[in-house]
């Protein structure tokens, strides 16, 4: 069995269960889009109807945006960030509840957005790699480590934002939230990931960006917890992580 070295330690490792948005790709880049699109639209409709949002713009998916309105950072623990697409078409809808909007109506109105959100993101296709992450995969292929993405999106999504990448082939198990009774941070999606790729939990390490994919490991009996992060950004939303890394080059291989 392969171990996995991380900050002096060494972890035995057959498989790595990966998040995707954050920590394979950049999240903002990827969705940044897509929300911004959203809330354009959403202020344009509650514009025509003099009506406003429930909370400050920056709480309605938890976004930071520039002294010109544009978005420019996101909040970690916002529902942006970690809660699904239907998720958050849900809040959205009740925003527009919220202003007298039959629900019916208001859910429709926002799956419509989304839609045309949605259309942006894959004409788009800005999905990149995160730095050094292309050469893990390779090392990781080279040392028998079995990998899986256990995601917030949807099964088809991740499989296409990791074609755009280029990076499909590296992994033999997906897991989006539509294969799942419960999403992150219960450890179902963890578990069925193990299981396609013929491993037990404890045999395991997952990578992520939020403390539900690690609280999701610890709930499934993973052997290991890897918090990712930015060296630009705060990492104290990780604390049920065994360890913080930075930048992928922080992991080594031992055969």
Not at 84 to 102: K, S
Not at 162 to 167: A, F, K, V
Not at 180 to 186: C, E, S
Request: net charge negative; proline share 4%.
């Amino acid at each position: 069995m392969a171990l996995l070295q991380v900050q002096g330690e060494k972890i035995p490792c057959r498989a790595i269960l990966f998040d995707k948005d954050g920590t394979l790709l950049d999240f903002l880049q990827l969705w940044g889009p897509w929300a911004e699109s959203m809330l354009v639209q959403m202020q344009a409709w509650m514009r025509e109807r003099d009506a406003s949002f429930t909370v400050e713009l920056k709480h309605v998916l938890g976004t930071v945006h520039d002294s010109e309105g544009h978005l420019s950072g996101y909040d970690v623990q916002g529902p942006l960030a970690i809660a699904t697409v239907d998720e958050c078409n849900g809040w959205l809808a009740g925003q527009l509840y919220a202003t007298g909007t039959p629900w019916n109506e208001a859910i429709t109105t926002i799956r419509q957005f989304s839609s045309i959100a949605m259309k942006s993101v894959r004409e788009r296709k800005s999905a990149e790699p995160m730095p050094g992450l292309l050469d893990l995969l390779q090392r990781c292929k080279e040392a028998g480590i079995q990998l899986a993405v256990v995601t917030s999106d949807s099964t088809l999504a991740a499989e296409t934002h990791l074609d755009w990448m280029g990076i499909r082939s590296f992994f033999s198990s997906i897991v989006g939230c539509d294969r799942v009774t419960r999403g992150k941070p219960d450890g179902e999606s963890f578990l069925l990931a193990c299981r396609e790729l013929a491993v037990e939990p404890h045999e395991a390490v997952v990578i992520g960006d939020s403390n539900g994919d690690m609280q999701m490991g610890r709930h499934a009996g993973a052997t290991y917890t890897l918090g990712y992060c930015l060296p630009s950004d705060q990492s104290a939303h990780l604390h049920d992580a065994d360890a913080v890394i930075r930048h992928y080059d922080e992991l080594g291989i031992v055969l």
